[in-house]
């Protein structure tokens, strides 16, 4: 796994509009929860207590989140546990971006990695912009604010393999 | 419980109770439910979009509650 800072102005594709539009809203807004925060949907509200060697507890799932997609409908109660038990290399190769932002960086990410998906025989690339901020939620201490977004290489690879899917169907 | 309004009211009473900052609580639930399609009645959600919500909302209060606690 390879995880590379990218300057948010460099991230492209719609992957990399959208984590552009988080950030602008977050610094217009002193980083403030509103009911207009844009990209809501997608994101992931997590815990600011982030120890670097797990992912922190997470209290909001969006119902658009790549992380929602990837565990394919694991949607307990203690999220942050279904993710370590299901791969605790990936849990400790990503925690480390939470804790830089629960000291106040603004985190901003490229994570290429490879997985093998159930049944298959070969690795595949997977890559992925990701923000983490963060974001005052009303209490005494901030959360933090994660929207994770395949980038349009990871897109494209994503259309070849339901294109594939489809016609091995037919 | 099937107003819209109703609940959102109540949940926002609860929590704003709860700790100092629960009144954020109120735009917080009323952002997740506006992401289902328009749908404004509590009958209109399948049981796992019901599930997904207070799932959500549980997670989201036990977290600002322990950040209280510090």
Redesign the interface.
């Known amino acids: 796994m390879h995880i590379k800072r990218v300057d948010p102005a460099n991230m492209t594709g719609l992957a990399g509009q959208h984590i552009q539009e988080l950030d602008a809203y977050l610094r217009q807004t002193d980083s403030a929860f509103r009911p207009d925060m844009p990209q809501f949907h997608r994101v992931v509200f997590t815990s600011i207590k982030a120890s670097g060697d797990h992912i922190p507890q997470i209290g909001y799932v969006g119902k658009n989140s790549y992380i929602k997609e990837v565990m394919e409908g694991q949607f307990g109660s203690d999220f942050a546990s279904a993710i370590r038990n299901q791969d605790p290399q990936f849990d400790q190769a990503v925690a480390g971006g939470f804790a830089r932002a629960a000291q106040g960086d603004r985190v901003f990410e490229l994570v290429e990695m490879e997985v093998t998906p159930p049944g298959a025989l070969t690795n595949i690339p997977v890559s992925y912009y990701r923000l983490i901020e963060r974001l005052w939620l009303g209490a005494p201490q901030p959360v933090l604010v994660n929207l994770t977004l395949p980038t349009s290489a990871q897109f494209h690879e994503h259309l070849f393999l339901l294109d594939r899917a489809h016609l091995t169907a037919n | 419980m099937t107003d819209l309004q109703t609940f959102l009211d109540n949940e926002a009473e609860a929590y704003a109770d709860m700790?100092?900052?629960?009144?954020?609580?109120r735009?917080?639930i009323?952002?997740?439910i506006e992401?289902?399609d328009g749908k404004s009645d509590w009958r209109e959600f399948t049981p796992e979009e019901r599930?997904?919500i207070i799932?959500?909302c549980?997670?989201?209060v036990?977290?600002?509650r322990?950040?209280?606690e510090?």
């Open positions: 700790f100092e900052g629960g009144y954020v609580i735009g917080f009323r952002s997740i992401g289902y599930s997904e799932l959500n549980h997670r989201i036990e977290l600002l322990r950040a209280e510090g």
